[in-house]
């Protein structure tokens, strides 16, 4: 579990991000949402079983990795969900940065947005877009 939460801290002070600048920075949603469709190749955001080549990112926030269910994961990933990876901020910022980082031998073949700015929009996309609709 050390390793894991090392690995992340790690990522994300290497992609620039630190706790005080996360805090300061606000992103714009609606600017995340054009960024989003980079992501869009490969991974869905709404409330339904369908899974992409990537799984569906639908609650991902807050939630712990690897439960998506119907969706076949790496091993790399199964082994840091084993420990207790999850999808928080913290997490997310790394991952999106630069996923070999946060999973060295994971499936993800997109190399990461080196944009804080683009990170930060696509933060508040993600925190809106998937939330459970009432």
């Known amino acids: 579990m050390r390793l894991v939460t090392t690995a992340l ?20 949603a609606e600017a995340g949402r054009r960024v989003f469709a980079q992501c869009r ?10 899974n ?8 991902i926030w807050g939630r712990r990795a690897g439960l998506r269910e119907g969706f076949r994961y790496s091993a790399n990933l ?10 928080d901020e913290a997490t997310l910022r ?14 993800m073949t997109f190399a990461g947005l080196r944009n804080p700015e683009q990170i930060n ?10 939330r459970p609709q009432p």
């Open 9 to 28: 801290f790690a990522a994300a002070l290497a992609a620039g991000i630190t706790p005080v600048a996360r805090a300061q920075e606000a992103g714009d």
């Open 41 to 50: 190749a490969c991974h869905l955001i709404d409330n339904s079983t369908r």
């Open 52 to 59: 992409g080549v990537g799984p569906n990112l639908y609650e």
């Open 78 to 87: 199964q082994e840091r969900a084993a420990a207790g990876l999850t999808w």
């Open 94 to 107: 790394a991952y999106v940065a630069n996923p070999k980082a946060v999973l060295p031998q994971g499936s």
């Open 121 to 130: 929009n696509l933060m508040a996309y993600l925190q809106e877009a998937t």
